[in-house]
């Protein structure tokens, strides 16, 4: 069993910048692939980035390619979403998840059912 928590959220200006943590306690991240996925006010929720368990491979979001980078540390106990150039559309609960994902690629890490262990969320909010 791994509980996650979610940390970093907050309210910044249009072009600023945040950095998520996800952290694992219970066990390490050590196996898991690691997600984050959003959910804006009546809006489904959507992939934002993954990262595979060897912290090799990550998968981005057309829409936050190249302002968003995720990453873990070599404890396996935190994984990172750091935000920059936000947008007023970035406005979402931010979710962690975790899970056991033996297949690869988009159409894998970027659905939400693939993950097993899901964090209670942090709030970023962009005013416009």
């Known amino acids: 069993q791994v509980q996650l928590v979610e940390s970093g959220g907050g309210s910044v200006q249009a072009g600023g910048s945040l950095r998520l943590s996800c952290e694992a306690s219970?066990?390490?991240?050590?196996?898991?692939?690691v997600g984050w996925f959003r959910q804006a006010p009546g809006k489904e929720r959507e992939f934002v980035s993954a990262?595979?368990?060897?912290?090799?491979?990550?998968y981005y979001a057309g829409s936050v390619k190249g302002r968003f980078t995720i990453s873990r540390d070599g404890d396996q106990n935190t994984v990172y979403l750091q935000m920059s150039r936000l947008k007023p559309e970035d406005t979402a609960v931010y979710y962690c998840?975790?899970?056991?994902?033996?297949?690869?690629?988009?159409?894998?890490?970027?659905?939400?059912?693939?993950?097993?262990?899901w964090g209670q969320g942090t709030q970023v909010t962009v005013p416009s």
């Open positions: 990262i595979s368990w060897s912290g090799d491979i990550a």
């Open positions: 998840a975790a899970g056991t994902i033996y297949c690869s690629g988009y159409g894998c890490y970027d659905l939400g059912p693939k993950y097993d262990y």
């Open positions: 219970g066990r390490t991240f050590r196996g898991y692939a």
